[in-house]
């Protein structure tokens, strides 16, 4: 079997003993069992606009390959192309979205600087699975070398409808670096049939069966890998939080209250401003739980140099002071909003001490946070999932509460309707989505992918690159 060779934006801690999060977990494992490689950007950004500082370091039998970005490219591919063309594209904000042509003419430079970067790191048997919207045209770069590997992609955040794609400036390249991959995943059915919806209106690929596309003499697969949590490791988690406090004691405090969580990176897709209005909307309707509910928001920083972040940020911090200004008294504020990362154990306790998790993103390519919330919970007191329609995690997760994160007031009555659920409700809501997100885990998400990508046919001959 041949080696696995993980290429994404950034590289997971290899040299951490316990990764965490979707995809350090689901690919660890899978590195592990090869030998593999994992390639990435260090995080560094250098002055020196030539220099990439190559790292290649093994742990145990994983080697991690890395680069650095010049500030230029920091600023043009990675802030750029990345984050203020493709993130909002594919989010549905059109209106956010700040094409440059020179940030186009970065990240296809970048996307080559990690071609020449692994191409002679690569042997003829690998498997290579690349993540996500900065690397695009990776394969049509190693390609372009003359590599005739199998090489997958995963495309981690929604894939836009018909219009909203074709709205991108370059999306006929983009489409045509697509191409050059022979397996292309993505999170759900909806993004799959995007995809094959535009391909249908923009371009000469032959449908030989639903998801199998023939191109340029070349066969392509096509489809969706859901990708799930390690339920157990964060199950574990909820119990006991990072400095031992024994779960029942926070408990106890807690549940005094009604306490509903979200936790987000301070993003303007994962619908803030809006949760807060429906939160809003709650109190006002519903007085009697004035005094007792708490909304605790964890918004973790995230690209504070990109200004529509900024912008959402002082929206928040706004709309949080109106809400406990309105309502607050002396012994106790609606709104608990912390823009800052907690520990992950921490968090998995406030998640199972919470009654509520309130997810509603706008657009949402999976959202893992959903799957934890539920992961957390104690099956006996179960707390209630209210999930947005436009999560991926929606299409899988049909027993939370489904709303509309637009809707102010369904989601207002979602809350109520969860604060008033009685137990057995709870329970038997509860059942189903852990099942759900077990069968669906981290372990199955990799090996459904890497069976996939292994039973392609590799169709690019070899030596002859296009
Ligand atoms: C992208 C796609 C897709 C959050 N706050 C804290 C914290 N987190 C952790 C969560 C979760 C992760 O960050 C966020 O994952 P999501 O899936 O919710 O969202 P994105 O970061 O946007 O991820 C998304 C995902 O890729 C995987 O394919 O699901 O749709 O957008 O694990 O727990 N972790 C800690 N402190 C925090 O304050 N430690």
């Not at 993540?131 to 894939?159: M, N, Q, T, W």
């Not at 981290?442 to 030596?463: D, F, G, I, K």
Request: glycine share 6%; aromatic share 10%.
């Amino acid at each position: 079997m041949g080696r696995l060779v993980v290429v994404s934006n950034r590289t997971g801690d290899l040299g951490k003993k316990t990764q965490t999060g979707g995809l350090a977990v689901g690919i660890g494992d899978a590195l592990k069992s090869s030998g593999g490689m994992w390639m990435g950007w260090n995080g560094d950004v250098v002055d020196s606009p030539d220099s990439s500082n190559t790292q290649l370091e093994t742990y145990e039998n994983v080697t991690s390959l890395t680069i650095s970005l010049s500030v230029e490219e920091h600023e043009n591919y990675y802030l750029g192309f990345a984050n203020k063309v493709l993130w909002p594209s594919f989010h549905y904000r059109l209106d956010l979205m700040d094409y440059r042509t020179k940030f186009a003419k970065c990240y296809a430079a970048v996307n080559r600087k990690f071609a020449n970067t692994l191409h002679p790191h690569l042997r003829d048997s690998d498997l290579i699975w690349v993540h996500d919207y900065h690397l695009i045209p990776l394969a049509s770069e190693l390609r372009r070398k003359g590599s005739a590997h199998r090489i997958g992609f995963f495309l981690h955040v929604p894939f836009p409808s018909v219009d909203v794609f074709s709205a991108v400036p370059r999306h006929g390249w983009l489409r045509e670096c697509l191409l050059q991959y022979d397996l292309i995943g993505f999170q759900t059915k909806n993004d799959v049939q995007n995809f094959c919806s535009y391909l249908k209106e923009h371009s000469e690929v032959k449908f030989l069966a639903p998801n199998l596309i023939k191109w340029r003499g070349r066969t392509i697969s096509i489809g969706d890998f859901p990708i799930g949590i390690d339920v157990g490791q964060f199950s574990a988690m909820s119990h006991v939080s990072d400095k031992g406090i024994e779960l029942e004691r926070v408990r106890r405090s807690l549940l005094k209250r009604f306490q509903i969580i979200s936790a987000d990176r301070l993003d303007y897709s994962k619908g803030l401003p809006e949760r807060m209005k429906a939160f809003r909307k709650f109190l006002d309707s519903y007085p009697e739980y004035l005094g007792r509910a708490e909304y605790l928001q964890i918004a973790s920083p995230s690209r504070e140099d990109v200004s529509a972040y900024a912008d959402i940020r002082s929206e928040l911090e706004q709309m949080t002071g109106a809400v406990n200004g309105k309502y607050a008294d002396f012994n106790w504020a609606p709104i608990q909003y912390i823009n800052q990362s907690i520990p992950r154990e921490k968090l998995a306790l406030l998640f199972r001490c919470s009654l509520i998790g309130l997810i509603t993103p706008l657009r949402d390519g999976m959202n893992l946070v959903a799957k934890e919330y539920i992961a957390a919970q104690d099956p006996e007191d179960p707390g209630i999932l209210i999930l947005s329609k436009f999560a991926g995690a929606a299409e899988e997760l049909g027993d939370a509460l489904i709303v509309n994160p637009y809707d102010t007031n369904e989601v207002a009555q979602a809350i109520r309707k969860a604060a008033t659920m009685p137990m057995e409700e709870r329970k038997a809501r509860h059942r189903t989505l852990l099942s759900q997100i077990s069968d669906q885990d981290a372990q199955q998400w990799q090996n459904e992918y890497l069976a996939a990508l292994r039973s392609v046919q590799a169709t690019v001959p070899r030596s002859a690159p296009p």
